[in-house]
C-alpha cells in the first residue's frame, strides 16, 4: 500500500538569501533592445509599435510598473544626430552639394533612422529599469 505523504519546505531565511542577486545590465540591455523579455530573453516585449506589453508571455515577469517616459526619444535624437550632423558637416565642407540635394537625403535619412531605432531604444531603457530595480519591480514581482 502506497501513502502519500506532504512535505512542507520551509524557506529559511538568512543574512544572504536576503541579499537580492545581481542581475546583469548589459544582458538586460541586450534583450531589451532586440524587444525581448529583459529576465528570460524569451518572451516579447512590445505588442505594438511602441506599446509595452502587460507581461512577460515566457516567465510571466509584470512589464506595468515600468516608466520609459520621454528618455528613449531623447536617446534616439541624440544618436541619429551624433551620426546624421558630423555626416552633414563632412559632406558639406569637402564637397558643397545644392542645399536641396542635402535636404532630400538627410531628412528622410534622420525620419527612418529615428523610427527604426525608438522601439530598440526604448526596450534597452525598460531592461535597464529592469536591471537596476528601477520603479518597483520587486516590490510587484519579486524573483521566485
Ligand atoms: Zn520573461
Redesign the pocket.
Known sequence: MVTATTVTVTKVWTRESAIAEKRDVWTAIKRGFRGR?P?????KLFRAFLKVESN?S????DFTPHRADDLPAYLVIVIVGHLVVPTALLIETNYAPPVALQLAIYLPITFVASLLLLQPVKGAVVGIQWALRMHGFDELNPEP
Open positions: 523579455c529576465r528570460c530573453g524569451e518572451g512577460c515566457g516567465c510571466g515577469l
